[in-house]
């Protein structure tokens, strides 16, 4: 008889696959290197080694959790805006809406404070089902 562990399947995660793809939204969203590693919670060194040589990528919990924020950000986004512009430009766009007070998005997690990127997804995501 099989054990819990032994049934159980995790997922494996590549990551300098994740690595690429929270890079390339951060891209698209018009981050500087600063912002991109305050956001994904990296030093310096680590961000620049990483964008190198892709096979050195090792990642904290801490940073595929943001990883993983980002990409449902980008989802959420994908799913509310057909327009490209809005897509990748709502993160850089003033919001009025509470929370917001006409800062960006953007402006918000480039604190690199986790729960602001927690707090900024929530309300993204909750743009999808009309709760704006």
């Known amino acids: 008889m099989a054990t819990i562990a032994e049934t159980q399947h995790t997922p494996s995660i590549n990551p300098a696959a994740a690595f690429k793809m929270g890079n390339n939204i951060l891209e ?3 981050c500087s290197a600063t912002e991109k590693q305050a956001i994904l919670g990296m030093s310096k060194s680590s961000f620049h080694r990483y964008q190198k040589d892709p096979s050195t990528v ?8 943001r990883l993983s924020y980002l990409a449902n950000i980008h989802q959420a986004l994908r799913m509310v ?3 490209p512009d809005n897509v990748y430009g709502f993160m850089s766009m003033a919001n009025n809406n509470p929370y917001f007070n006409s800062r960006t998005p953007l402006s ?4 690199g404070n986790f729960g602001s990127l ?9 743009m999808r089902s009309g709760q704006w």
């Not at 927690?118 to 909750?126: L, M, P, T």
């Open 28 to 30: 698209k969203w018009g």
């Open 118 to 126: 927690y707090e900024v997804f929530k309300r993204i995501d909750s």
């Open 108 to 111: 918000i997690i480039s604190t």
């Open 58 to 65: 090792s990642l904290s919990s801490d940073q595929l959790e």
């Open 81 to 83: 805006f057909s327009n």
